[in-house]
């Protein structure tokens, strides 16, 4: 069965806590808590998808060497 691109976004934001946190560290949250065979690249890629949109910030970097390593803060309200 096919979902819609954004049907786990749910998830992601529900993770998101208020204040900031790198990205590696809310991935890593999500595969744990989520069993749902979504692999990280898949978070990552929606998580991109939100940054773009302007839901998710990246307020700098932990690691500069490493996509895990920005650190990020929602925006608002998101979904």
Do not use: C, Q
């Not at 939100?50 to 390593?69: A, L, Q, R, T, V």
């Amino acid at each position: 069965m096919s979902v819609p691109i954004d049907f786990y976004d749910y998830l992601i934001v529900n993770e998101l806590p208020d204040t900031p946190i790198v990205m590696g560290k809310l991935l890593g949250r999500l595969m744990m808590k989520y069993a749902l065979g979504i692999s990280d690249a898949w978070y990552r890629f929606r998580i991109e998808a939100m940054i773009n949109n302007g839901d998710i910030d990246i307020i700098g970097f932990k690691d500069e060497s490493h996509p895990y390593g920005a650190i990020l803060k929602k925006r608002g309200d998101i979904l």
